[in-house]
């Protein structure tokens, strides 16, 4: 006569369940995580790149800001048009030389 698991866990909870079918689910989460860990390993376990220092990049901010100070020492510009101008060349130093190509 076959074993009714439904009407055992009815009438007994989970207790009169074997423990074989546990095990085997543990087993299959634990295998889906490892999948998960492995498929994603560059994305947990990897460090993001760092920039170089002397990026073109770099070079062009530092030339458009030594600019942009010094029209600020000369009085050309003030404070509020000196930031908005850096935020500009930013953009512009972004735009010629991207970081991440």
């Known amino acids: 006569m ?3 698991v439904a009407r055992d866990v009815v009438r007994n909870g989970a207790q009169g369940t074997p423990w074989a079918p546990r095990m085997v689910s543990l087993l ?3 295998g889906a995580l490892a999948v998960l860990l492995y498929y994603e390993r560059d994305t947990f376990f990897t460090a993001p790149p760092q920039e170089a220092e002397n ?3 770099l070079q062009c901010l530092a030339e458009r800001k030594g600019d942009i100070h010094a029209m600020e ?3 050309t510009i003030d ?3 000196a930031s908005l101008f850096a935020q500009r060349a930013e953009a512009l ?3 010629l030389f991207p970081t991440n190509p």
């Open 2 to 4: 076959a074993r009714n």
């Open 28 to 30: 299959v989460g634990l």
């Open 55 to 57: 990026t073109p990049f």
């Open 73 to 75: 020492q000369d009085g």
């Open 79 to 81: 404070a509020a048009q």
């Open 93 to 95: 130093c972004r735009d």
